[in-house]
């Protein structure tokens, strides 16, 4: 998991500062040497954690003391606001041109994830600004890759334009935005080659894309997995060609958090999107307070009311909050909610962005199998209204009855209808503010 022993790590180099009223200088020295031994170890360039330090060390000293916080908690708030200065302190838009089309050329090395964030973000301007991209294949080395991008327009909705690998990667472009223009695309897609290192063939052929296709947007893709070769890989694009943004993508690998937090400060480009999974819905916007949050270990909350709410009526949430307080929540909510959970992604990387589960062992294996919840809908569905408002009346006869109406082993009820009531119980619990995390200390 993404950014897993960085967030082990400053928890460590805060809980010794957390069980003291009162932070001698010592203490802050000692929590410093851990927080940039975290920092290195998470493969974050060397300059700027020297300069992470630095403003922490000065801002922890110099601090004034706050009634509302704990010394500890003023430490962690200085080091959650450093982490997201470092990353650029706010959410940087995408460039658009003031006539259309919005011309942005994707660019980074082979397999980094280009294409698939050519997809991405198509679908993401398809489904939010009801926009008509048109999608240029000019990748013609890569094997495969003009097919690729054909399948993943496909799948998105969105036209690819292509001539094939015979043809220049300019001319391509070229007759791309002639047919663009043509056709009031709205915006432009550029899928530009990839090599496995930065040459100068590829720069040049990047370079001449750019003089001709003017973009309004060049945004290097780069793989955070790399950790600090991605770093090395976003200057060595910028110096060439002056890129505008970044998208960091596998973030839902186990990346350790190097690029995340190096490539604003190297470059002073913006990362602008993060790629958080192979399928097309998983782009995020890159907000930098959110995901200092995530580093320290605090779940990503933010993030998920965001999804909650683009999948979740407004109204249908608040009743479904009022029903697990006054713990009436029952199997009809049940089958509600998990119709939209199926909407906003795997079960596994929305439990991982609750705060205090991030790092939750018992997470670790955490899979949710689309299979399953299919199943667990089938039992729901071989209820009578009855039951499903009030499960406590399901009786072995009844159980036995459901199981042979959703063609499923009996023990495979009796397991889910534990699983309902343990759920029930812990959601309750946490409505009433029942559980260990660390974000009360950050509130305010
Ligand atoms: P390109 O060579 O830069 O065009 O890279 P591709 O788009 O072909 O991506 C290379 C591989 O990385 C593919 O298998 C993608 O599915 C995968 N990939 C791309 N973005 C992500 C991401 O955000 N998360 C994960 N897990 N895989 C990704």
């Given at each position: 998991m993404a950014f897993e022993g960085l967030s082990e790590r400053l928890q460590k180099a805060f809980s010794g500062l957390r069980r003291k009223g009162k932070v001698t200088e010592a203490d802050v020295r000692d929590s410093m040497r851990e927080i940039r031994l975290a920092l290195l170890e998470a493969d974050v360039n060397f300059g700027v954690v020297k300069e992470f330090v630095k403003n922490v060390r000065e801002k922890a000293v110099g601090t004034e003391v706050l009634d509302s916080l704990s010394p500890a908690q003023q430490i962690i708030k200085i080091v959650n606001d450093e982490l997201t200065a470092t990353m650029g302190d706010a959410a940087?838009?995408?460039n658009k041109a003031p006539h259309i089309p919005t011309v942005i050329m994707m660019a980074g090395l082979q397999g980094a994830g280009k294409t698939t964030t050519v997809g991405k973000l198509a679908k993401r301007l398809i489904e939010q600004e009801k926009a008509r991209p048109l999608l240029i294949a000019a990748d013609v080395y890569r094997p495969a890759a003009i097919d690729q991008l054909q399948v993943v327009g496909e799948q998105v909705g969105a036209q690819v334009f292509a001539l094939g690998t015979d043809v220049d990667p300019r001319e391509i472009v070229r007759q791309g935005l002639a047919q663009a223009q043509l056709q009031h695309n709205d915006y432009v897609l550029i899928d530009t080659a990839g090599r496995l290192q930065i040459d100068e063939k590829l720069m040049t052929e990047l370079a001449d894309i750019k003089a001709l296709a003017e973009?309004?947007?060049i945004l290097l893709v780069v793989d955070a997995m790399t950790g600090q070769a991605a770093?090395?890989?976003?200057?060595?694009?910028?110096?060439?060609?002056?890129?505008?943004?970044?998208?960091?993508?596998?973030?839902?690998?186990?990346?350790?958090?190097?690029?995340?937090?190096s490539i604003r400060k190297v470059t002073g480009k913006p990362i602008k999107f993060v790629g958080q999974g192979e399928k097309m819905e998983a782009l995020d916007v890159f907000y930098p307070d959110r995901m200092a949050n995530r580093i320290l270990g605090m779940g990503d909350m933010l993030t998920l009311i965001d999804k909650a709410q683009a999948n979740f009526d407004e109204q249908q949430a608040a009743e479904m909050a009022d029903k697990i307080k006054e713990n009436t929540f029952d199997f009809n909510d049940f089958l509600d909610q998990m119709e939209q959970m199926q909407n906003m992604g795997p079960m596994e990387d929305i439990m991982k962005m609750i705060p205090g589960?991030?790092?939750n062992p018992a997470l670790k294996n955490f899979k949710v199998d689309p299979k399953d919840i299919a199943h667990m809908k089938a039992i729901v569905y071989s209820m009578t209204p009855a039951e499903r408002e009030d499960p406590d009346i399901l009786n072995p006869s009844r159980r036995r009855r459901l199981a042979a109406g959703a063609g499923r082993p009996v023990v495979e009820v009796n397991r889910m209808i534990k699983q309902f009531n343990a759920s029930k119980k812990m959601m309750n619990q946490m409505s009433k503010g029942n559980f260990q995390g660390m974000e009360g200390l950050m509130g305010g």
């Open positions: 940087v838009p995408l973009p309004n947007e770093t090395d890989v976003a200057k060595g694009f910028d110096e060439r060609l002056d890129i505008t943004g970044v998208v960091l993508t596998k973030l839902d690998g186990d990346t350790r958090g190097g690029a995340a937090l589960m991030a790092n």
